[in-house]
């Protein structure tokens, strides 16, 4: 068992979780947020895939193997984990997350719909606040939100144009919006709706309306 384990209603620090289906731009204003509030502390996940051109090690994800990846998740290494679509796992360290709130910091990161489920039921509604990210209101699952989605990730990544993997990943967004709108209401979800080339106004919002309320209350600004 860790060392920093202890009661999670004890915690007084507070982990801000942004989630949102492929192609909503949560990295782009948790990247923004970061940049504007230096104090915030980053939970970089860990997986399995081999890095993509221009990710860090350390920075965007840490790399690990497959064998290590399922031997860390038998030790309970991590505090939630996920097969994504594309067939990699995915998992937020256990380490990422408790010292920074026994500490009492804000903490910043990013985890898939399932992953938000885990990490409630390990943590509780007192120490985590879930941002959700869309493109649009939650509402009606339509053929054009969809298409949103579709020119977002075509126009982050060209290649993926008319692939299998665009298909996989537009069958992931409409799965998690739809258990976006199931879980929204009971864990009172934070909802930010991330219009195209207003990323200011966006990241502007939820500093507003989420993250400086935090800082305050955490005495970190």
């Keep these: ?49 081999p890095p993509r051109e221009g990710e860090v090690d350390g920075v965007h994800y840490e790399f690990v193997s497959n064998q290590e990846f399922m031997e860390r998740r ?20 256990r380490r990422q997350i408790e010292p920074g709130l026994a500490a009492g910091q804000l903490l910043i990161g990013d985890a898939d719909v399932n992953g938000i489920g885990q990490l409630f039921g390990r943590y509780g509604t007192r120490v985590l606040t879930w941002v959700q990210v869309t493109l649009r209101p939650l509402g009606r699952i339509t053929p054009s939100v969809l298409r949103d989605y579709e020119e977002r990730i075509v126009a982050r990544e060209p290649h993926l144009a008319g692939t299998p993997e665009l298909d996989k990943r537009l069958g992931g967004a409409r799965a998690e919006l739809e258990e976006m709108r199931k879980w929204h209401d009971q864990l009172s979800a934070y909802t930010l709706v991330n219009e195209c080339d207003k990323l200011k106004r966006v990241v502007d919002m939820v500093d507003a309306e989420v993250v400086a309320p935090w800082l305050e209350r955490l005495s970190l600004i």
């Design 74 to 93: 038998e030790d309970d290494w991590y505090a939630e984990t996920n097969g994504y679509i594309t067939g990699y796992l995915y998992g937020t360290p």
């Design 1 to 49: 068992m860790y060392s920093w384990q202890r009661q999670y209603r004890e915690y007084p620090g507070h982990f801000l979780i942004f989630q949102g289906p492929s192609g909503a731009g949560k990295n782009a204003i948790i990247t923004a947020l970061r940049e504007r509030y230096p104090q915030l502390v980053t939970v970089i996940s860990e997986t399995d895939r």
